[in-house]
C-alpha cells in the first residue's frame, strides 16, 4: 500500500517536476546568483513600494508585488521563483487537462505547454509578467466551471501578471465561460482582478501611436512566412526575441508538424469515448473543449491581422477611435490559447508508450537553443555599487520633483551585463517620477527603424527641451546619466554635481 501511495504522489507530482527540470535547462546559468537584465526583464535592488509613474501602468501590480516580496527576500531569489514557477505552472496545469489515468500524455502536454517557441521568443524579450499568467492558463481553463472561489485563486498569476496577462486570460476564459454557462461569474471575476491596473490606465492620460501597429505586426521568423511562423507559435515582431537557429528548414518543419499533431490530437477529442471501464459510451470531450477552440482560433486571427494590409489598417483605424485598442498591436501574444490546445491535442496523439517518450521529448528536440539560457542570452549578474548609491541619495531627499534619466533613450546596455539590452534601470529604481525617452524604436527587415512615439505626454515634453537643448527648464530635480558622458551643458544651466562614481554621474538643481 505504502509503494503504491507513493507511487500515485509521483505521479501527481511529475508534470511540475518535469517543470521544474525544463526550467533549470532553459534558464541554465540564470539560476547563478544575482540578477537576469533582458529587455523587459528588469528586476532592480530596493524597488520602491509605491513609485510615482506615469503613462500607462504596464508594471501594474507586478512591480507592486516584486518589492513586497523583496522585502521578505533577497531581489535576486524572488526573480528566479518566479522565473522557475513560469515553467512548473504551465506544465502542471496543462498535464490537469489530460486525464489523470494517461500518465505518460499528461507529460507529453506538460511538455509541450512549458517548451515552445511562444513562451521562447516573449522571454527572450523579458516579459516575465505576461509569462506567469500564460502559465496559469490552463488552471483557470479547469477552474472557470468550479465556481469564483477557484477561477479567483487559478487567476492569481495573470492577476500578478498585470494588463497583458489578464487580456489574454479574458480572450480564453470568456469562450469556454459561455459554453459551460458561467459568463457572468467568469466576467465578473476577470474585472475584479483587473481593477488594479484599470482604474489607473483610464486616469493616466497615456496616448497609443497607431504606428505601433506596424512595429508590432507578425513577422515571418522562418521559411513558411508570417502565417506559418504563427502556426508554429513564433511570429514575433522583434528579431532580438529570435533563438539561434530557429529559421532553419528543419526545426521550422519539425515545429509544424508538431504543431498539427497536436491540432489533429485535439479535434479527435470531440468524439472520442472514455477509457474508463465505469463509463465506456459517455464522450471524453471536456466541458472547455469548444471554449478553448473558439480562443484558440480567436486569438490566431488576431494575431494575423498585422500579417495584412487591411488588418493593420483596420487596427489603426480602431486605435485612432479609442487608444484603449492598443494592447491589440502585439496580436501574437495572442497565441496563448493555441499554445494550450496544441499541448493539449499532442496529449490526445501521443498517449503512450514510446510514442508518448518521444513527445516528452519532441518540444526540446525541436527547439534546442532555448537551453542553458537561450546560449547566453540569460545570464544573472550583479549591480555595481553606483546603483545603490545613487537611489540612497535620491529616495532620501524629501523635497519634491522628477528625476531625468539620460541619455534620452528607453533602453541600455551596459559592459557589466554583458552588452545584453534592458530597460533603463532607472524606470523602477526610485520613489519619485522618473522621465525617461518611452519612444520605441523598431527594427524592420531592410534595415530601417519604425518609430513608436511615447505614450506619457510629461516624457514627450521633457524630449522636446532636450531637443531644443533648453536644460534650465527641465521639468525635474535631479539628472542621471552615465559616468562618461559629458554634463557641461547641463552644468552650465544651473545643475551641480552631487554625485559622480566609475558608472553614474547625479546632478541636482
Wanted: charged share 15%; proline share 8%.
Amino acid at each position: 500500500m505504502f509503494v503504491t501511495r507513493g507511487q500515485e504522489w509521483l505521479a501527481r507530482l511529475a508534470p511540475a517536476l518535469l517543470g521544474a527540470g525544463l526550467a533549470a535547462l532553459a534558464l541554465g546559468p540564470a539560476l547563478g546568483w544575482g540578477l537576469v537584465l533582458r529587455y523587459d526583464l528588469l528586476f532592480v535592488p530596493g524597488a520602491p513600494l509605491l513609485p510615482d509613474r506615469g503613462g500607462f501602468p504596464r508594471a501594474v501590480p507586478s512591480d507592486l508585488v516584486v518589492a513586497l516580496l523583496s522585502r521578505v527576500l533577497p531581489v535576486e531569489i524572488v526573480q528566479k521563483g518566479f522565473l522557475v514557477a513560469i515553467f512548473v505552472l504551465a506544465a502542471s496545469g496543462a498535464a490537469a487537462l489530460v486525464p489523470p489515468e494517461r500518465r505518460l500524455a499528461r507529460l507529453v502536454a506538460a511538455a509541450c505547454y512549458a517548451w515552445n517557441l511562444y513562451l521562447a521568443q516573449r522571454l527572450m524579450l523579458g516579459q516575465w509578467a505576461l509569462l506567469l499568467g500564460v502559465a496559469g492558463l490552463p488552471w483557470a481553463v479547469r477552474a472557470a466551471g468550479r465556481g469564483p472561489a477557484r477561477l479567483l485563486l487559478a487567476l492569481i498569476p495573470a492577476a500578478i501578471g498585470g494588463f497583458q496577462a489578464m487580456l489574454v486570460s479574458a480572450l480564453t476564459l470568456l469562450p469556454v465561460a459561455v459554453a459551460r454557462r458561467r459568463t457572468l461569474v467568469t466576467a465578473g471575476v476577470l474585472v475584479l482582478l483587473s481593477l488594479p491596473w484599470a482604474i489607473p490606465a483610464l486616469g493616466s492620460g497615456a496616448v497609443t501611436d497607431p504606428a505601433g501597429v506596424d512595429a508590432f505586426a507578425a513577422r515571418a521568423d522562418g521559411p513558411f512566412g508570417a502565417l506559418g511562423s504563427l502556426l508554429s507559435l513564433g511570429g514575433i515582431w522583434s528579431a532580438d526575441a529570435g533563438l539561434p537557429g530557429q529559421e532553419s528548414w528543419w526545426t521550422a518543419t519539425a515545429r509544424l508538424l508538431l504543431v498539427a499533431a497536436g491540432l489533429y490530437g485535439y479535434a479527435r477529442l470531440r468524439s472520442e469515448r472514455s477509457e474508463r471501464p465505469e463509463r465506456p459510451e459517455r464522450p471524453e470531450r471536456p466541458e472547455w473543449w469548444g471554449g478553448l477552440a473558439v480562443a484558440a482560433a480567436g486569438g490566431f486571427c488576431v494575431a494575423a491581422l498585422g500579417a495584412f494590409p487591411a488588418g493593420r489598417a483596420a487596427l489603426k483605424w480602431l486605435i485612432t477611435l479609442w487608444p484603449g485598442f492598443g494592447p491589440l498591436r502585439d496580436g501574437q501574444v495572442y497565441l496563448a490559447p493555441l499554445a494550450l490546445l496544441v499541448a493539449v491535442g499532442l496529449a490526445g496523439v501521443l498517449r503512450s508508450g514510446a510514442s508518448a517518450v518521444v513527445g516528452i521529448l519532441a518540444p526540446v528536440l525541436v527547439l534546442p537553443t532555448l537551453a542553458f539560457g537561450a546560449f547566453g542570452r540569460l545570464a544573472a549578474v550583479t549591480y555595481p555599487p553606483d546603483w545603490v548609491a545613487v537611489q540612497r541619495i535620491v529616495n532620501g531627499d524629501p523635497a519634491p520633483g522628477a528625476l531625468l534619466s539620460l541619455p534620452w533613450g528607453a533602453h541600455r546596455s551596459f559592459a557589466w551585463n554583458g552588452g545584453r539590452i534592458v530597460l533603463d534601470p532607472a524606470t523602477k529604481l526610485f520613489e519619485r517620477r522618473v522621465l525617461w525617452d518611452d519612444t520605441l524604436y523598431v527594427g524592420l527587415p531592410d534595415g530601417g527603424r519604425l518609430r513608436v512615439r511615447g505614450e506619457d505626454p510629461l516624457n514627450r515634453r521633457a524630449g522636446d527641451l532636450l531637443a531644443a537643448g533648453d536644460y534650465a527648464r527641465l521639468p525635474a530635480r535631479y539628472v542621471l546619466m552615465p559616468a562618461s558622458q559629458n554634463g557641461f551643458l547641463l552644468e552650465q544651466a544651473g545643475w551641480k554635481t552631487i554625485f559622480r562614481g566609475k558608472e553614474l554621474h547625479l546632478l541636482r538643481r
